[in-house]
């Protein structure tokens, strides 16, 4: 199986990635669990691939989408993380990931995962790269409720992040601010292609219950594209452009 899908456009000022679009699982790897938790928030990130979808059609914009699932490895860790191949997730054990081969799920999905990004950005050298997950409102084991409708994330770059977050409270959603992650602690796939690159970028959270119908995907999809106008727009007026 190819490690992405990749979409094509022709806006290369914004690209989009989504790390978690996927719950697939190669037939020769078998995680030892129920096939019905790869339906849930630990096995895939619920929606975020139709919204990733369908904002690069509306964008016209390159996107690329893992198609793997996060418990066969986490693309959005680094290579030495301990949740790359996770051993339990939300206080369900993933017991067939136990005795697994580190290095060789690395240098079959992981490694060239970030190599065509790393390609992709290369060749388009965009302005902007958005980067879609979702969050469920509450995680199943010691778990808080999780208010926010969106969040965003970022490490140490907030020439997208602050604005963004300005604008979305301005529309009245409610908004997290490094919420409900942190991008100081969970920004592996930003850093190393869009940060440590020069470019902007941001990690778009969405609550999963949001976008779970085509109806909630189409509400969220038009606030995006508009919140990406807006980001072009600014970051445009402090003179960061493609190159």
Known sequence: MSVAEIL???????????????????????????????????????????????LAARLDAPAILATVSRLVIDLHREPDHIGLIPHRSDGHAIPGNETADRTARIARFHAPYHRLLRDQVRRQRPSLILSIHSFTPCLEHGGTPRPW?????????????????????AQGCLTGDNEPYSGRLLNATLNRHAEAQGIPSIAIEIRNDLIRDTAGVERWVERLQQLTLFLRNTLASKGVTAT
Do not use: F, K, M
């Open 8 to 54: 094509s456009g022709s806006a290369q000022d914004v690209l989009l990635l989504c790390d978690h679009a996927s719950n697939a699982v190669p037939a020769d790897i078998d995680l030892g669990i129920d096939p019905a938790l790869l339906e849930l928030h630990i096995g895939v990130d619920i929606g975020a691939a139709a919204v990733t979808r369908a």
């Open 149 to 169: 409708e969106i969040g965003i994330l970022y490490n140490r770059d907030t020439r997208a992040a602050r604005p963004a977050v300005e604008w979305l409270r």
